[in-house]
């Protein structure tokens, strides 16, 4: 069969940073940023970025590219005989499946929220009333499972009119809407009065803030944020490196992919930080800051209804961009496995994905007994531990070493597979640190996951 392909090079780098940014850039990294001293936090991880990221990031694209095949597929056509490389291709897989079956039911409430804002079913609402808001959503079956169905059948329906006429095409769509959207809302936020204070906390870096949480802290967080920032180690971006030609060098593609991740995220905090400050809320809220928290100013200002349904089919847009990637990817998987076509890939998929998502979506009502990591944890926990602590951190260093070691792919076919192509090339005195500093990096924060 042969292999289809991207339209253009926008259509890569769109689809590619649109896997990339997610709910965590729209709603882990201000809250994070918020808890470990704004500025200087935001400094270290843009240096972790470009040192962990974008070659990690690199090396996925080569072996999608060279291989022309999904990461299922993609060792079989690379590895030596008699190697068992390609025993990670299945993790991969099963990574993008666990992944998919929370962030379904996340994407379904961004969805939910942005129903519930625009038709003004917060408007007037005390912050009591918007705190029970959220928990009856989640305590609610019926909503929780059909906000995470439309995701499903929307997701596959979109994934089944192929590469370029469905995903390239309504991926490019949602990437521009998501820009456009987020900088009226960081404008709008930046001139709100005594938003002043927010940016001076979020763009300053203050060393005595940093000293008081912590500088240990601070690196690894900062660390962290920037290694699962960009979906590298399931294979997600191997999926695009294996639909695109060989006219552009990969690094210089990955820097694309993560100074546009990065302006998301960033500009998420342009978003929020400002408001906190202008109605006095805690910064270091957590993860309530979104549902919980920014309702309630959106519930204080001229045109809130507004500005509150933009920023919800502003994060609607952010999940479910990564949704569509990773259905591309499991798709894909499930080709190359089982040769089935397109439209049959897409309806199996999507009832596998249904079923397996229901625990998540049913584990904050039917089954919230179940405490699989602990009092008050929830399924959504485990399954996000296993995907960010265990799978993406030990898939990336797997990735790391097939690309530098001679016993994989070795380091000469990654480079010259990297740096076909016009662009920013892999230099020859990255050999050392990609084969002996960058493995340890990533070993490390593993450890610190599981820690």
């Known amino acids: 069969m042969k ?69 299922v597929k993609l060792y079989q056509a690379l590895e030596k005989k008699g190697s068992k490389w390609h025993i990670h291709g299945y993790v991969a897989m099963a990574g993008n499946y666990i992944l998919m079956m929370f962030y379904t039911t996340v994407a379904g409430w961004m969805m939910y929220y942005f129903v519930k804002t625009a038709a003004g079913d917060f ?6 009333q918007i705190k029970t808001a959220f928990n009856d959503m989640q305590s609610n079956p019926v909503s929780m499972v059909v906000c995470m169905g439309i995701v499903v059948v ?50 300053l870096p203050d060393i005595d803030r940093m000293n008081k949480i912590g500088v240990g802290n601070v690196v690894v967080a900062a660390m962290n944020q920037a290694f699962f920032t960009l979906s590298i180690g399931i ?37 929020i930080f400002p408001a906190c400050f202008s109605y006095g809320v805690e910064v270091d809220s957590g993860p309530s800051l979104i549902f919980v928290t920014l309702p309630n100013i959106f519930n204080n200002i001229f045109l809130g209804r507004l500005w509150g349904s933009l920023f919800f089919i502003f994060m609607t847009f952010a999940a479910f961009s990564t949704v569509l990637a990773v259905f591309e990817n499991i798709i894909s998987c499930t080709i190359d496995l089982f040769g089935f076509s397109r439209r049959k890939a897409c309806i199996i998929s999507g009832i596998m994905i249904f079923v397996l998502s229901l625990p998540c979506a049913l584990g904050f009502n039917v089954l919230k007994d179940i405490e699989p990591m602990g009092e008050g944890s929830t ?17 990336s260093l797997v990735f790391v070493l097939f690309c ?7 380091f000469k076919n990654f480079m010259a597979e990297a740096n076909e192509g016009k662009g920013i090339k892999v230099a020859g005195w990255m050999r050392g640190y990609m084969m002996f500093v960058l493995p340890v990096i990533v070993l490390v924060i593993f450890i610190i996951g599981i820690m």
């Open 3 to 71: 292999r289809e392909r991207l339209g253009s090079r926008l259509g890569f780098i769109l689809l590619s940073a649109g896997c990339a940014i997610g709910i965590g850039n729209v709603w882990k990294f201000p809250y994070i940023t918020g808890q470990n001293g704004g500025g200087i936090f935001v400094l270290i991880y843009l240096f972790f970025l470009a040192i962990i990221g974008i070659p990690v990031m690199t090396m996925e694209f080569a072996l999608g590219r060279a291989s022309q095949k999904s990461p």
């Open 123 to 128: 408007s007037g609402a005390s912050v009591g």
């Open 154 to 203: 929307l997701g596959f329906g979109i994934c089944s009119i192929g590469v370029q006429k469905g995903l390239e095409r309504i991926t490019k769509i949602l990437m521009l809407a998501l820009l456009a959207i987020m900088v009226c809302l960081s404008f709008h936020s930046i001139f709100m009065k005594g938003g002043g204070e927010g940016l001076k906390f979020y763009l």
């Open 235 to 271: 294979g997600a971006m191997a999926i695009f490196g294996s639909y695109i030609g060989k006219e552009r060098a990969l690094m210089g593609e990955a820097v694309h992919v993560a100074v546009l991740d990065t302006v998301v995220a960033v500009a998420s905090g342009l978003i």
């Open 379 to 395: 399924i959504m926990d485990l399954e996000d531990f296993l995907v960010s602590n265990i799978i993406l951190p030990l898939g």
């Open 404 to 410: 530098v070691s001679r016993y994989g792919w070795g």
